[in-house]
């Protein structure tokens, strides 16, 4: 059976501001309503024969996935959290063992799970060959058939054909400079290498145990001590960290004398910058993409995305790149974009938050807003999803007001529980077991007033919780 296999380990920043560390492109609306992440299995979904959707992703990031695949009705065949990043090669390993648990013969289609395409029909196609060939033990690859001469990413240089559609890979190319990219775009016999495999699950192991053993041993001595947490399958953290950290490309497929690629032209994307986000998107009579409330004046060539809280206005510039945020605003020419880099570094250097966190975070059971903050007090602004909870906790630094906006806030603190409604307030000392619950069937939106010492998401002390965080 074919079992899709979504990698969402990444923590990319290429799209900063909009992409931060707990929350990667893959999990952005940037085309349309849905994400990157979404709209991969759902296209995963709809292939002939295809399982529910196995997904590797980080601890960090597990009930963003759960919760995705709930909105787009996607089962999800496994979502199984990686300890600690060390590439695609173990990741796939671990998906490869969790599929062969419950089908000794299962295919494996490997999908980043931040790459566009926009021809799902011809996608289905290249999967349908690559499935002939993985019959054959072949280990294949989809090269994206280029259309322009891109320095950005690496080539596959295909060999004989070995059935319609599908041919010897004779070696990979890392990126090239601009002449020799031009050469291969000319000779049309290279590939872009789209990150994208299949092959039998067993098969990809066999080579991996001969080409890397020691990633195999780590995934093997990993997933043996595996356990359920919720939705999510946990592996031994001290097996994993000892696995090297290595991409499918170097680890096996560059080894293998069994390498195949399926050459195809989906319309594909990695987004891996907001210059190729603009050169995927619909254009005006201008060449502008404008996205929230935007208003230009002789502006051309230019992508420029509003937050919600306010407008954008640009007169006579072309080929900006300008993305705002409720806490930063980035403004670059459009063939400097891979420069943003650079700005995160510069954050990370300086010890700030923003390339970790959006003012807004989304938690488990609901989402919080930071709408001020000054010296020894934060405000934030609440939403508990409705049957959700917070943790039993305490704070040994700081006291809480909370204020309903709207809802039932059923609210526990120290011995008491009590139920909190719209335009009521309580008060939670420095050092109280409180919790919060949401008992309705609708959202409930309260003001949180913190005043202490400390201020910190680390000053939280749980002692119970529901979603099984520490």
């Not at 390498?259 to 502008?288: F, K, R, T």
């Not at 309903?404 to 526990?412: D, F, L, N, Y």
């Amino acid at each position: 059976m074919l079992h899709p296999v979504v990698l969402s380990g990444g923590s990319g920043t290429r799209l900063w501001p909009l992409s931060r560390q707990n929350q990667p492109k893959q999990f952005l609306s940037l085309i349309g309503d849905r994400s990157l992440y979404q709209e991969t299995v759902l296209r995963a979904s709809g292939l002939p024969g295809a399982q529910a959707p196995v997904t590797v992703c980080s601890d960090d990031h597990r009930f963003m996935v759960g919760e995705q695949l709930q909105t787009v009705a996607v089962p999800s065949g496994g979502i199984v959290l990686e300890p600690m990043a060390r590439n695609t090669a173990p990741a796939i390993a671990l998906a490869a063992l969790h599929v062969l648990a419950g089908d000794d013969d299962a295919t494996m289609l490997v999908m980043p799970a931040d790459h566009l395409v926009e021809d799902e029909a011809a996608f289905r196609e290249a999967v349908a060959r690559a499935t002939d060939l993985a019959a054959k033990d072949w280990l294949v690859a989809f090269g994206i058939t280029p259309d322009y001469a891109e320095t950005g990413y690496g080539y596959i240089l295909r060999a004989e054909e070995l059935a319609p559609g599908g041919f010897r890979i004779e070696r990979f190319v890392e990126k090239p400079d601009l002449p020799t990219a031009e050469r291969y775009l000319a000779e049309g016999t290279y590939a872009w290498n789209s990150g994208m495999f299949l092959f039998r699950a067993q098969r990809y192991l066999d080579e991996l145990g001969r080409h890397a053993p020691a990633i195999l041993a780590a995934a093997r001595a990993a997933y043996a001590t595996a356990t359920a947490d919720l939705d999510f399958i946990r592996v031994g953290a001290e097996a994993f960290a000892a696995s090297p950290s290595d991409s499918i490309d170097y680890a096996v497929m560059e080894n293998t004398d069994r390498a195949a690629v399926v050459p195809v032209s989906c319309g594909w994307s990695d987004i891996g910058s907001w210059s190729s986000l603009w050169a995927v998107a619909e254009h005006d009579a201008d060449g502008n993409r404008h996205e929230g409330d935007v208003i230009s004046v002789d502006t051309r060539g230019s992508l420029v995305r509003a937050s919600e809280r306010r407008l954008i206005a640009t007169i006579g510039v072309e080929d900006l790149v300008i993305i705002d945020t409720a806490d930063a605003t980035l403004v670059a020419r459009k063939d400097r974009v891979q420069d943003v880099k650079t700005v995160v570094d510069r954050l990370k250097a300086a010890g700030r938050s923003e390339h970790l966190f959006h003012r807004k975070v989304y938690r488990p059971w609901g989402s919080y807003d930071s709408i001020g903050v000054g010296p020894h007090f934060q405000v934030k602004r609440i939403f508990v999803k409705p049957g959700a909870a917070l943790s039993l906790q305490k704070h040994q630094h700081r006291a809480e007001h909370w204020v309903v906006v709207s809802g039932v806030a059923e609210v526990t603190c120290d011995d008491r529980v009590f139920e909190v409604r719209e335009n009521e307030s309580t008060y939670i000392p420095q050092g109280s077991v409180h919790r919060l619950r949401n008992r309705g069937s609708t959202p409930v939106e309260l003001i949180e007033v913190q005043s202490g010492s400390y201020l910190g998401e680390d000053d939280i002390v749980r002692l119970e919780d529901v979603y099984g965080r520490s």
